[in-house]
């Protein structure tokens, strides 16, 4: 199915106290994209980041998510942690509410919640664990939208709750013959040239070549890329430049959740 309107997030605020993740100032990626996942603690970043991130995206009308992950600040967020579902909802929720607080605080509104990383993997694939975080986003935060992968135990059970769901499509990941992105701990230099060109065939065919060569369809609302990619600037510039020359709108995520409404209304 063909995109004509998409939104693009990224990753970001992902550094630690003095020391920088990425070389790209997240104030530079601003101006690019439409929502930001802005890190919360556990698998990067400090208050200081946070106030200063979410300052910045409100300051840029940027659409605010929370990006709670693992307590893995030495490995990033991209080792899995064993624990109970009850334990690892509990971690999200403290990492959601104190970003909800910083966003107030800066006259923002929480827009979206999106695991990151290995998180992010296991609630693709844990039926439990995402059951109770949508148990918790439907008392906590019901307007608030779940940022997932298409096909995903997480959306299921999430578009079953009722809840606002915003699919994404990875630029910077490649995918299997599943529709799941494979999964890394960390990526090279990339062609951003390469990486639009990907995005823009996502958005008018629908598909993306996976790892073994064959086609896979990919339904998304949104499009991601990650700070800590290195040469996230230039892959920014190009999937922007690239989809507004393929007439594809680049808009809030509040926008596309609407037209989805209207669609299946």
């Known amino acids: 199915m063909q995109r004509e309107v998409v939104d693009i997030n990224c990753d970001m605020g992902e550094s630690y106290g003095r020391w920088q993740i990425g070389d790209t100032d997240d104030a ?13 603690g556990f698998h990067a970043s400090d208050p200081n980041l946070m106030d200063q991130t979410v300052r910045l995206a409100v300051e840029h009308g940027i659409g605010v998510g929370a990006h709670p992950g693992y307590n893995d600040l030495q490995g990033f967020g991209r080792r899995k942690i064993d624990g109970t579902a009850k334990e690892l909802v509990n971690d999200i929720i403290y990492q959601v509410g104190a970003l909800r607080e910083f966003t107030r605080r800066h006259g923002g509104m929480l827009q979206h919640v999106k695991p990151h990383g290995a998180l992010y993997m296991e609630m693709a694939v844990n039926a439990e664990l995402s059951h109770l ?42 995918y299997g013959e ?63 430049e690239a989809l507004i020359a393929a007439g594809i709108r680049i808009s809030p995520v509040s926008e596309i959740i609407n037209e989805k409404i209207r669609r299946t209304a």
């Open 178 to 240: 599943d529709g799941q992105i494979v999964f890394t701990r960390s990526v090279g230099l990339l062609d951003p040239e390469t990486l639009a060109a990907r995005a823009v065939r996502a958005c008018t065919q629908g598909k993306v070549k996976a790892v073994t060569g064959r086609d896979v369809d990919i339904p998304f609302e949104s499009i991601c890329f990650h700070s800590d990619t290195p040469g996230a600037l230039a892959i920014a510039k190009a999937l922007r």
């Open 133 to 174: 975080f949508v148990d918790y986003m439907r008392t906590a935060a019901p307007n608030v939208s779940i940022f997932c992968m298409s096909g995903s135990v997480t959306e299921a059970i999430a578009v079953e709750a009722g809840l606002p769901v915003v699919r994404e499509f990875f630029a910077d990941r490649e």
């Open 28 to 40: 530079q990626l601003m101006a690019f994209i439409t929502s930001a996942n802005i890190a919360t």
